[in-house]
């Protein structure tokens, strides 16, 4: 999910707290803990400073999105939070803090872009396709829990225990239709891959048959429209390109399936799932005379 998405999580994961009888350093303890635990994982974005091998789209949403790296997180969240706010919860701090980071790197399963979650014991790219990296569904049951509560003078944390029911209801909901999309196509392609749209209960299907690959529009509310046939040239040498621009690598790597261009004038990859306007913004490529762009 995107930083503002990770960042309502972790409001509305504090609002559902009930803080009634929490002194007002224990509440700073708690908001912070909420925050910081929902950030915490994409600490990983500092890594592109020091990337010179192409390895940052592997890196980002790697380790520090992996499952078994959720305790580590919520003990360093929780001793920072106990030192700094003089608070003694120290049990409380830490079920927060879990929590936030477990919805963090489990909610960023679910859009195209996957985790790591298995990391170190699997380098396997995670990702079920079935929510956008932007919800605004999740905008809007978050928001208006924030709205009403400001309406309300006590238990406000049932509202926000409301939203989050909500939130797993439409994931639940989002995710059983792109599963049965998933399993309907993929009768139809040898590989298939999923990504959500902005709009609730619409899907790109990903399909791919040899070098050909169909980019459907499909939704349970209409009929299926084949947005696009792309060709990808499945024997060309790839050598080239991966010792010139290591980035490539990593791309082929990391997605579930590429589409190879080799033409009079480029030889690159580009991953179909994020193709809009006639281009994917997750392209690399080299010129044939061999000047990197």
């Not at 994982?41 to 940052?56: F, H, N, Q, R, T």
């Not at 990702?127 to 905008?139: C, E, K, N, R, S």
């Not at 999309?181 to 993929?186: C, E, K, M, V």
């Amino acid at each position: 999910m995107d930083t503002v998405t990770h960042t309502l999580f972790g409001m509305t994961l504090y609002g559902s707290l009930n803080k009634e009888e929490d002194t007002k350093n224990m509440k700073k303890a708690l908001l912070f803990t909420s925050i910081a635990g929902s950030q915490i994982p994409d600490i990983d974005v500092i890594s592109k400073l020091w990337d010179a091998e192409g390895m940052y789209q592997m890196w980002h949403r790697g380790i520090t999105h992996s499952i078994f790296l959720v305790p580590l997180w919520a003990f360093l969240l929780t001793a920072f939070c106990v030192y700094v706010f003089k608070v003694k919860s120290f049990r409380r701090l830490l079920i927060v803090s879990t929590a936030a980071v477990f919805i963090h790197n489990t909610s960023d399963l679910f859009n195209a872009w996957g985790t790591g979650y298995l990391e170190p014991f699997s380098s396997l790219r995670i990702t079920f396709g079935t929510i956008p990296i932007v919800d605004l569904v999740f905008w809007f049951i978050m928001f208006s829990a924030m709205i009403y509560t400001r309406f309300m003078k006590s238990n406000r944390h049932h509202l926000f225990r409301i939203a989050w029911a909500l939130i797993g209801l439409h994931i639940i909901i989002q995710s059983v239709q792109g599963y049965l999309f998933y399993q309907q196509y993929s009768e139809k392609y040898e590989q298939v891959a999923l990504s959500a749209s902005f709009v609730p209960w619409n899907y790109t299907v990903i399909g791919k048959n040899g070098g050909t690959i169909d980019l459907l529009d499909v939704s349970i509310l209409k009929e299926p429209i084949l947005q696009q046939t792309l060709q990808s040239q499945e024997n060309a040498d790839l050598e080239v390109l991966f010792a010139e621009r290591p980035e490539a690598k990593t791309l082929y790597d990391w997605a579930p399936f590429v589409v190879i261009v080799d033409d009079n004038e480029r030889l690159g990859i580009y991953d179909p799932r994020f193709f809009r306007n006639g281009q994917s913004f997750l392209f690399e490529w080299i010129e044939k005379e061999g000047q990197s762009q």
